[in-house]
């Protein structure tokens, strides 16, 4: 790649990004974000309802599927904790981490993007002698 080839790609990146905090930063944005905050928060407060009704003072764990038994957290990032605690988050690669946990056959498990950790947890519990290694940008 030359030289003014990556000045470009620098520049118009820098653009983009000056751009896009103009554009979030305008009230209509701040608006929706907010409304968007609201309703994240009422979605939290309804689950924490619903997990206090099925684990009361019991400590949480996974309910059913390949990570049953294991103790895990009240959160969720990116996605929704219930199915997480139900056991039906994974449910179509099930059959896929079965295979893995029964041959145990890893010497390390690489989890990248991993949010709070539910496999990087999960398999890291089933295949104590598994090295897992988890990473997140946050």
């Known amino acids: ?3 003014l080839d990556i000045v470009k790609k620098i520049l118009s990146n820098w653009i983009k990004k000056i751009l896009l905090y103009l554009v979030l930063s305008t009230p209509s944005a701040k608006r929706k974000k907010f409304l968007q905050t609201i309703k994240q928060e009422k979605e939290i407060k309804k689950t924490n309802k619903i997990i206090n009704k ?3 003072d019991q400590e949480i764990t996974v309910l059913n599927g390949p990570f049953k038994g294991i103790k895990y957290i009240d959160l969720s990032i990116g ?3 219930l199915p ?3 056991g039906s988050y994974e449910e179509p690669i099930h059959k896929w981490i079965n295979e893995i946990i029964e041959k145990n056959c890893y010497s ?3 989890n990248v993007g991993c949010a709070e950790g539910y496999y990087a947890v999960g398999f890291s519990k089933a ?3 598994t090295k897992v ?3 997140d940008i946050n």
Do not use: D, E, P, V
């Open 1 to 3: 790649m030359k030289f």
């Open 54 to 56: 099925i684990y009361g």
């Open 79 to 81: 996605s929704k904790i």
């Open 84 to 86: 997480k605690l139900a």
């Open 108 to 110: 390390t498990i690489i």
């Open 127 to 129: 295949i104590s002698k």
């Open 133 to 135: 290694l988890a990473f």
